[in-house]
């Protein structure tokens, strides 16, 4: 059935590492992917999106490439922050609904 | 302010007690999605309504119950509460199909 595989947490570095969460989907077609992110004691709020094959969406420094032949977006940042520190949801767009991973908590370090 | 506004925040109730959670949806928003997030189960679709019908039903027990009314206002009822019911709920609402969604900042449910 449809899903979404997230690189399982939680995930801690240092200040100003890269940063890869890796996310593959199961769906039929080629579903609209999204990044979202969840800060302690808040709601999710959309990071970034792609709708479709080899479309990158970027934000903040973020990026994820939308990837048809692996069924993957990976999320990535070249330099870290502390206050990237959150959990982060990979989605697709599902009919009438969207589908979420687990969730992956970062956890960033001075 | 993400413009979808939830109420209450905080919701502490008894085991068997029925509770009300209330979502306005961004204005000019058309769509409502429920979602209920456990500390180990993520985030699970619980029902989606658009312009007042109901278009899709999750993983949503039979003790639940939700509605869309004509201001878009949506409400999530939850009735004989067990333990295992205390999560945070999320509201989303988004225009229509193919847009990002908007979430709320969620209710938090404790049954004690």
């Known amino acids: 059935g449809n899903s979404v595989t997230q690189m399982e947490g939680p995930v801690t570095l240092s200040e100003e590492a890269f940063l890869t969460i890796n996310c593959t989907y199961t769906?039929?077609?080629?579903?609209?992917l999204f990044w979202y992110v969840q800060y302690p004691g808040e709601g999710l709020q959309l990071l970034l999106k792609a709708t479709k094959a080899d479309d990158k969406g970027s934000n903040k420094g973020f990026e994820a490439t939308y990837r048809k032949e692996t069924t993957s977006f990976h999320l990535e940042k070249g330099s870290v922050q502390v206050s990237d520190s959150a959990v982060y949801f990979c989605a697709f767009q599902g009919a009438q609904k969207l589908v979420f991973g687990q969730g992956t908590r970062l956890t960033i370090n001075p | 302010d993400s413009g979808v506004t939830q109420t209450p925040k905080h919701l502490i109730t008894a085991t068997g007690q029925r509770v009300t959670l209330r979502c306005s949806p961004r204005?000019?928003?058309?769509?409502v999605y429920w979602y209920q997030q456990s500390l180990d189960q993520g985030l699970q679709f619980l029902i989606h309504?658009?312009?007042?019908?109901?278009?899709a039903k999750g993983n949503i027990l039979e003790r639940f119950s939700a509605q869309q009314f004509p201001d878009l206002h949506s409400e999530l009822n939850l009735s004989s509460l067990e333990l295992g019911d205390s999560a945070l709920y999320f509201c989303a609402s988004n225009p229509g199909q193919g847009f990002g969604y908007t979430f709320g900042s969620g209710t938090r449910l404790t049954v004690v």
């Open positions: 769906a039929t077609g080629y579903p609209s």
């Open positions: 309504y658009y312009n007042g019908e109901e278009r």
């Open positions: 204005s000019g928003d058309l769509s």
